[in-house]
């Protein structure tokens, strides 16, 4: 049913009300009667033993409820946080998981690293005592590049000598090198994905709370899963059982990945609850949010590409140092492998892959999942070679990318990855012909009449997301499924509530849910509410991330609602006396065929929970139904990015002038929607790009970039102009969901690094330039560039 | 202590603060009003924008006490009734907003950008304007479009 | 934030009374500086001095060779002026690009040439145009105001009262922001007066503003934007870290110089 307010309509968001007026809910608006609040005593070194930590003068002070370290943690045996995701080596050894406890034990692992908790009557009280704790520390040596974690002498954890957490490889190493050396040409590249810190706008925040006449935990958190987070820190840490815990994810302001994890202050705000008999909140500043949330990317590679005389890719090869930071974090080893590595053959029919990664230790907070998680990477890492490739080769970037497509579904890569649909070439076209592709030269010539550089680069992006199969992702060591799940409750008069294991924070789930159930049942769109947030409200779930919400979360409601249907169907046959065989549901309507008998969906709701007029012992009373989905596959969202630069040949400074991306995210739920995602995700790739990069100080281990100060963010300034930033959609529908959509929510941020940067190498003729190309970076390039000519 | 008085979403307001509470810190914990939010620690981002005597100001960045007297508007303030300000409209129609945090603080800078520049304020100065907010979720193309909507219509 | 004692003087005998007698006491005059430091912690006064109550003083004059603004003058007030955008243009769109508008609403003139962040655009304002800095005590030139980073030749019972900018023939300035905080990586204010001669005032490329006096002279020879490019800028002494090395900041000290005068 096509309408206004159903699937593939622009519908304004139903949630915005209470985001433009100021009454969001987010954790940091609650607060509970008699709280107390937490402030985290953190570490100044980034390796250091503790040897005492005397906390009496502090206890002492006005305010202090009470001072926790890790011996009262060990006290209660609370358990460490976890990785949820186990790896195995290329030798065949499970991964080497350092302890991490939620407070240091013994030693301190990173700037930043939880030592000890205050908690007082005020945040000032909190925080005056935590000055006031004496801890002597024996400073150690610290590594925090990656690229040296491997020779370093310091040893992160005991457990990982040489601070190798696993050195894992996929697939076929033989196949490979054989390729190479049957290879006309080789193109090889050093390339560093930069570290970035995720910054959500609202810091991450938590309240413990206690009830000690129920025995029970409340947690209030920043949380993109409540039901994971309930999980782990019943099934893990140990502080209560799932059915005495209760997670409750209020309005989030933002997680791109960053709020997946469980943290080591959620955890402490519910354990202190109970020790300190009041609730205990925490709300980050958004200093600690640099230091302690957990960063992205930071991988060092170095990839080749091998092609055969025709120009046909035949091979790909790619090492990576990934780093992990001080602690495995919640998903963190699943992000430069089964995340990484199998998305490693891009748009692209490549016979032979072979990866291998070394993760590693290093002082420095730990790295998870950020927007893309592994899929930016792996982009990166291909269509860098690709357009490198292309030029080495002397051929059209766009050609040699068409002419190495896969063009036959389903595709099996030699990396895992089956693509079950897709046109690319459909994307190529239409994004070649919305750039004006064609006429660069022209614009570049006007660009050159200013005094400026410009350049084109291109991205054809893939990824998989919609996560995950569970078996599948059991087999490759994951600690969870990854299905979701729904409960549709019809209303006796007719409105419906649905419960969903989904959380939205930004995605606008209060909106494409409901257009989905409209459509579905024919009520209208602000009769319908979607119920997320709150693990005693919704059964279970797995929550947002890697753009899952769409192709697993809407498809268990879509299960959901064809169990209700059918359900309906059957009381509206006894209500109107008919078969149930020839009751047929359409537009909000229940009619039996070849009479003139109707019923409303809203009177067959009214009549499921009357139960006058069938017989209540063969259809039960009530309209309500759920259902888990368990995907199929992943989805596989595609698409070619084409970004045009300006670059200020006596500044460095780069200028986005014209940003073009289609994308096929299968059919759209809501376009507007879908697009405010694009647009967002390709700023944050604009960032990695040109501005975002974390920096520890080789020497002190200190992060340099810890305010928004010296970490640039992407500002309105930086993004392209309203008319020169354009967006477009091809659609090949996804078979394996009954929408036939794909995610969107990480593809900006997978596809769009490498256009920039393509973009910039072409404006600036040269090799390489490493990310954020700032313009210190720019300019710097183009001297040593210059230099070279000179030399010649 | 300090007693303050001052007028709030034109409601007059008396209350005791210390001289470190910052104004954000009064209207979100003493006055109950949280839709102002605080997105960092060092003036940058504009989650905490309200006005005060008609001025968009950082309200992370000035002292309550030295608010004595003021007239200040928070996000709560704009709507008449069910009735909303116009700029709070166009972030709806035109999806100016994902996980809302930083909307707040740019619905009132972005009212204090129309009333500086004008109904027909061009898309190069909102974006030079807008310079003081940080938005991670929208890519600020739509808030542009939110812009230029809602100063059409104030 | 440690606490301290909120003082709101009316006259500006009283506040440097209350700073004379304050053992750690710090004029709040805008607080885009002080507040984040004191936040951090990094400052922890005992006496907060906040100068905003003073009565008259703000406000702007306007004659014909001068341009005087008042210590209490907000950022915004200067560059929406309509007397300083006819008579000094370039300082009142200098003015324009502090920070963002919100702290435009806050911060004026006095806080910032007091604080002498390396950084802060006004300081290079005041040495480009040749300001004098008038306090409760004296009349400062500029070039002997700014003493080093975060250091001005002020006594502790000093408080700028106001401003004076002698009105120049033409004058231009430029910024290269830092892509994170947005304060000059590198700010060049360069003017020129009527018999010709020109100053260059630098921002954010040492640690204290200064003057290019290779550039004036150049430009004192020839006025151009190429005699100004032209000019080998020495990276010795100029700052260096992780967003622009010395090399880089003494070429768009060139660069930014170049423009200036082409914009002029």
């Known amino acids: 049913m096509a309408s206004a307010t159903g699937v593939g309509a622009s519908v304004r968001r139903k949630e915005d009300l209470r985001f433009i007026t100021g009454k969001g809910q987010y954790t940091d608006d609650i607060n509970l009667k008699d709280q107390a609040f937490a402030y985290f005593l953190r570490s100044p070194h980034p390796h250091a033993k503790i040897k005492s930590i005397n906390t009496a003068k502090a206890a002492k002070m006005a305010g202090v409820v009470g001072i926790y370290t890790s011996v009262d943690v060990a006290k209660d045996k609370i358990g460490g946080l976890i990785c949820g995701w186990g790896i195995t080596s290329k030798d065949g050894s499970a991964m080497k998981a350092g302890p991490h406890p939620i407070l240091a034990e013994g030693k301190v692992r990173y700037v930043g690293d939880h030592v000890a908790v205050v908690v007082a009557d005020t945040k000032e009280q909190a925080k005056a005592a935590a000055a006031a704790i004496q801890v002597s520390y024996e400073t150690l040596a610290h590594v925090v590049d990656a690229a040296k974690a491997m020779t370093s ?213 730990p790295v998870d999942a950020y927007r893309g998680a592994g899929r930016p990477e792996a982009t990166y890492v291909v269509e860098r070679l690709v357009e490198t490739a292309a030029r080495e080769l002397r051929e059209d970037p766009a050609e040699f990318r068409r002419k190495n497509f896969v063009t036959q579904f389903p595709h099996q890569t030699p990396v895992i990855m089956c693509y079950d649909v897709g046109d690319y070439g459909a994307a190529l076209d239409k994004a070649l012909a919305m750039s004006d592709y064609k006429n660069f030269a022209s614009r570049k010539a006007e660009s050159a009449k200013n005094g400026k550089l410009r350049g084109v680069g291109l991205s054809a992006y893939i990824e998989a997301c919609g996560i995950a199969p569970s078996a599948a992702v059991g087999s490759l060591g994951a600690g969870v499924g990854l299905w979701e799940s729904a409960e549709v409750r019809v209303n006796p008069i007719g409105t419906v509530e649905i419960l969903t294991g989904s959380h939205s924070h930004g995605q606008g789930h209060e909106t494409t849910f409901a257009q989905l159930v409209s459509d579905r049942l024919g009520v209208d769109i602000n009769s319908v509410s979607i119920v997320h947030g709150d693990t005693d409200k919704v059964q279970m779930g797995m929550g947002t991330y890697g753009s899952r919400s769409g192709a697993v979360g809407m498809h268990a409601i879509s299960k959901a609602l064809d169990k209700v249907v059918a359900k309906a169907k059957k009381v509206a046959a006894a209500v109107m006396e008919a078969s149930a065989d020839d009751v047929v549901f359409q537009d909000g309507s229940f009619t039996v065929k070849g009479t003139d008998k109707k019923m409303a969906f809203g009177e067959v709701a009214l009549q499921s929970y009357l139960g006058h007029k069938f017989n209540s012992s063969e259809i039960e009373i009530g309209l309500k139904e759920s259902a888990f989905h368990d995907p199929a596959n992943f989805v596989f969202p595609a698409g070619v990015h084409i970004c045009e630069v300006e670059v200020d040949p006596d500044t460095g400074h780069t200028t986005i002038a014209a940003y073009t991306c289609v994308d096929d995210f299968g059919n759209l739920i809501n376009p507007m929607i879908v697009e405010g995602q694009v647009h967002g995700g390709i700023a944050q790739g604009i960032g990695q790009a040109l501005l975002e990069g974390c920096i520890y100080d080789e020497e002190s281990g200190q992060l340099l970039t810890g305010s928004f100060m010296d970490y640039a963010m992407p500002r309105a300034g930086y993004m392209p102009n309203l008319a020169d930033f354009k967006l477009g959609f091809t659609c090949t529908p996804c078979p394996t969901n009954p929408m036939g959509i794909k995610g969107c929510g990480e593809a900006g941020a997978i596809g769009s690094p490498p256009a920039v940067i393509n973009a910039i190498t072409n404006a600036i003729g040269v090799r390489e330039i490493s990310m954020p190309a700032t313009p210190l970076t720019v300019w710097n390039a183009m001297q040593a560039s210059g230099m070279k000519k000179a030399a010649e | 202590m300090h007693s303050i008085s001052l007028a709030l979403n034109g409601k007059p307001v008396h209350g005791q603060v210390e001289g ?78 994902q996980c809302g945090f930083c909307t707040p603080g740019m619905i009132m800078a972005s009212i204090d950008i129309v009333k500086r520049h004008g109904k027909s304020v061009d898309e190069e100065t909102i974006r030079r304007e807008l310079s003081g907010n940080i938005c991670r979720c929208t890519g600020y193309h739509n808030i542009v479009k939110a812009v230029q909507a809602g100063a059409a219509n104030m | 934030m440690e606490n301290f004692n909120y003082h709101r003087p009316a006259t500006t005998t009283a506040a440097v009374a209350l700073l004379k007698k304050s053992k750690d006491g710090k004029f709040l005059a805008g607080g885009h500086t002080l507040i984040p430091t004191m936040k951090q912690g990094l400052a922890a006064p005992r006496d907060v001095i906040d100068l905003t109550a003073i009565k008259g003083f703000s406000g702007i004059k306007v004659s014909k060779t001068m341009v005087t603004i008042k210590a209490g003058t907000t950022h915004q007030d200067v560059t929406m002026s309509k007397d300083v955008n006819k008579a000094i243009p370039a300082l009142a769109q200098m003015v324009g690009k502090i920070g963002g508008v919100h702290v435009r609403h806050k911060g004026t003139i006095g806080g910032s040439l007091a604080n002498n962040d390396p950084a802060a655009d006004y300081p290079s304002a005041c040495l480009g145009l040749g300001a004098t800095i008038e306090t409760n005590k004296r009349k400062i030139e500029a070039d002997k105001f700014f003493t080093g980073m975060f250091e001005t030749a002020l006594k502790n019972d000093e408080i700028i009262i106001a401003v004076h900018f002698p009105i120049p023939k033409k004058a231009s300035h430029q910024k290269f922001p830092n892509p994170a905080s947005r304060y000059a990586m590198v700010g060049v204010f360069v003017s020129q007066d009527g018999k010709g001669k020109t100053r260059v005032g630098v921002t954010g490329a040492a640690p204290c503003v200064f003057r290019a006096v290779e550039v004036e002279a150049a430009l004192n020879e020839e006025f151009s934007a190429k005699a100004a490019s032209a000019v080998k800028i020495s990276a010795k002494g100029l700052l260096s870290d992780m967003h622009a090395s010395a090399a880089y900041r003494a070429h768009l000290l060139s660069v930014l110089a170049g423009r200036a005068v082409a914009a002029a």
């Open chain 1, 153 to 365: 002498k310091v040893q992160v954890h005991d457990v990982a000598p040489d601070n190798r957490v696993f050195n894992w490889g996929l697939g076929n190493e033989a196949e490979t090198d054989a390729a190479f050396k049957r290879a006309a040409h080789v193109t090889k590249l050093d390339i560093i994905n930069n570290r970035l810190i995720p910054n959500a706008m609202e810091p991450r925040a938590a309240i413990g709370a206690y009830d000690a006449g129920t025995e029970s935990y409340t947690l209030y958190t920043t949380s993109q899963n409540p039901h994971v987070a309930r999980l782990v820190i019943s099934a893990f840490h140990g502080l209560a059982p799932e059915h005495k815990l209760r997670v409750i994810a209020p309005d989030v302001g933002g997680g791109f990945g960053s709020k997946i994890f469980i943290y080591a202050e959620e955890v402490v705000c519910v354990w202190a609850s109970k020790h300190a008999g009041r609730p205990v909140k925490w709300t980050g500043d958004r200093s600690e949010a640099f230091l302690a949330d957990a960063h992205g990317r930071d991988h060092v590679t170095k990839a080749e590409l091998a092609t055969d005389a025709n120009g046909k890719i035949i091979g790909l090869r790619v090492h990576t140092i990934a780093a992990m930071g001080a602690y495995l974090s919640t998903f963190s080893a699943a992000v430069p492998t089964y995340l990484y590595g199998t998305l490693l053959s891009g748009q692209y029919n490549i016979p032979a892959v072979y990866v291998t990664v070394d993760a590693v230790y290093t002082n420095t907070a």
């Open chain 2, 20 to 97: 470190r509470t910052l104004l954000v810190e009064f209207i979100r914990e003493s006055r109950g009003l949280t839709g102002t939010h605080v997105g960092c620690d060092t003036s940058q981002c504009g989650a905490c924008v309200v006005s005060v005597n008609g001025k968009a100001v950082k309200s992370c960045t000035v002292f309550a006490v030295a608010c004595d007297g003021a007239e200040i508007t928070t996000i709560e303030g704009l709507a008449k009734g069910v009735d909303l300000h116009p700029m709070q409209v166009a972030f709806k129609e035109h999806h100016g907003l």
